[in-house]
């Protein structure tokens, strides 16, 4: 069982930045992706951002030039690097990892969340 621990969350005001980290309890290189997802008081769970193990990545529209998705992996740690941010980027943060099931990709390992608020 794979552990992913948060942090870097916090309160900011419209325009700053903040630095997410989710550190893994095992080398990152073993999954097929790792991501980011966020959810919103009464909205649905929402991808973020995706990083393949061969470092492409997939951006929502939403956050596309202003989020950086990256990862270390002898920290075994993925971050992610916010800018610009806007109220609406308010929500709970979690990281995940995806394997490969059948030919989908398959988040199956979370983390607790870390909560983002922008004003």
């Known amino acids: 069982q794979v552990q992913l621990v948060e942090s870097g969350g916090g309160s900011v005001q419209a325009g700053g930045s903040l630095r997410l980290s989710c550190t893994f309890s095992?080398?990152?290189?073993?999954?097929?992706?790792l991501g980011w997802f966020r959810q919103a008081p009464g909205k649905e769970r929402e991808a973020v951002v995706r990083?393949?193990?061969?470092?492409?990545?997939k951006y929502a529209d939403s956050v596309k030039d202003r989020f950086s998705i990256s990862k270390d992996n002898d920290k075994n740690t993925l971050y992610l690097l916010m800018s610009s941010l806007k109220p609406e980027d308010s929500a709970m943060y979690y990281c995940?990892?995806?394997?490969?099931?059948?030919?989908?990709?398959?988040?199956?390992?979370w983390g607790q969340g870390t909560q983002v608020t922008v004003s």
């Open positions: 095992r080398d990152i290189y073993t999954f097929y992706c």
């Open positions: 990083i393949d193990s061969d470092g492409s990545t």
């Open positions: 995940a990892a995806c394997r490969i099931v059948g030919n989908s990709r398959a988040f199956t390992e």
